[in-house]
Each structure stands twice: as C-alpha cells, then as structure tokens.
C-alpha cells in the first residue's frame, strides 16, 4: 500500500518542491474538464530533455545532407549558459557513468553523426566508453547564447551547425524539442517508440499483443474500461 498523502503530506510533492505555495483550488478546477497530461513533454530519446533538440538536429541534418561521421570537422551547439553550464561543461565530453551519459550534450550528438541512431543500446557501460564516440565528442563545441538567457523557459531553442572538412555548413533551430507541447509527437511516432521499447522487457510482449495494445491506448476514450489495457500487460 503506498503511502496516502503524497501530495500535502509532510514529505509529499507540494511541501518539498512548491513549498507548500500551491492552491489546492487551482489543481481542482475543471476536474474532468481540463487535462493537464496533454501539457507533459514526451520524450523521443533516451537523454535528457535539454538534449533532445541537439539530438534531433544532428539526426535530421545527418540524413537530410548525408553527411558521414567521416565528414565532419566540428559540431557546435549552441543553447542558454544555464543548459551549458549543466550539460556542456567539459567533464560531460567523456561520461563517467550512463546518467552522465544521457545529461550530456556531447555524448548524445556524437552518437547521432556516428549511428544516425540513438537509442537504449547506447547507454550502456559498454557503449558509453566505445572510443569512436568519444573521439567524436572531441570535435563538438558547446556555446552558450546570452539571448536565450532572457527566454522564460526552461529548455531554450537549440540551434545546431554542422561544419564537414570541406568547408560547408549546415544549420538548423529546433525551436521545441519533438515531443513538447508545442511540437508533440504523432501517434504513430509513439506507438514506434513503444515497439522499439519492447525488447528491453523483462517479458517482452508479442507482436500481436503489441498492435493489440497500441490501438487500444489510441482508442482510450473510446474504452468503457480502461483496465482493458492491463490484460495486455499481464
């Protein structure tokens, strides 16, 4: 049995992250009306949010140019001093463990230029070491931009350049990271991540099942009883 007041208890989440400045009245307004699940970042990587949009751009660039690991001479990315300061600080270009790994603006893009791919195999303590990734982590450069300072969000844009040994440059701004708010995933690119997750399971779920439970969870409202998805799960 968990515990019962996880919210207002002494410990629970509005004591020790609002610090008790919530109003209970604002979290009960429109109940059943107003879904603020819709307003959650779904993540299309395994790394951390701040890192998405680095990812993203490398992957889009990568394929939309095809550019080879071969080819590039130097990645820069650049972001706020608050995304630098935590995830483009020197110590996060050779991780030391997986966390360290997936909070790095380093390890994620130099995995992208050299798999075209990122995903849970990569974070590995394995594969957090391959010295391919390494050494192309020595040839990104995180920037911090004073301008995205001034931004009242918490992951500013991202904007990324690709320079390859001949000379050319290629750009782009991922404004929102794939999954924001602001720029959500197609279900289709959610139901392909919930497959691609599912090998990783400790009973991992047929294929059959698998189409079985994605339509059901496309269709939720649909359902007179949600649990129906739980006899997938078991």
Not at 34 to 52: I, T
Not at 64 to 84: E, F, G, N, P, W
Not at 190 to 217: G, N, T, Y
Request: charged share 30%; hydrophobic share 35%.
């Amino acid at each position: 049995e968990g515990p019962r007041e996880f919210l207002e208890g002494s410990f629970g989440l509005f004591p020790l992250y609002l610090k008790g400045e919530h109003s209970p009245d604002l979290f009960l307004a429109e109940l059943g009306k107003r879904f603020e699940g819709a307003n959650v970042s779904a993540k299309l990587y395994p790394v951390y949010g701040g890192c998405q949009g680095a990812v993203y751009a490398c992957l889009e660039l990568v394929q939309k140019h095809d550019i080879t690991a071969d080819d590039v001479r130097l990645l820069t990315i650049s972001t706020s001093t608050h995304m630098k300061e935590g995830f483009g600080i020197e110590n996060k270009r050779t991780p030391k463990n997986i966390p360290d790994a997936q909070f790095s603006l380093y390890y994620g893009p130099a995995v992208s230029l050299l798999r075209r791919k990122v995903w849970l195999d990569d974070f590995t303590e394995e594969a957090i070491r391959r010295a391919d990734v390494l050494q192309m982590a020595r040839r990104i450069r995180v920037v911090a931009d004073p301008g995205k300072d001034t931004l009242s969000v918490l992951i500013p844009p991202t904007d990324v350049e690709i320079e390859t040994k001949d000379g050319k440059r290629f750009t782009m701004c991922v404004e929102a990271m794939p999954g924001h708010p602001q720029n959500p995933l197609s279900w289709s690119d959610l139901a392909e991540k919930l497959k691609e997750c599912r090998d990783w399971a400790a009973r991992p779920l047929s294929e059959r099942k698998m189409e079985q439970l994605c339509h059901k969870a496309e269709d939720l409202e649909k359902l007179d009883d949600v649990t129906e998805i739980l006899s997938f799960l078991t």
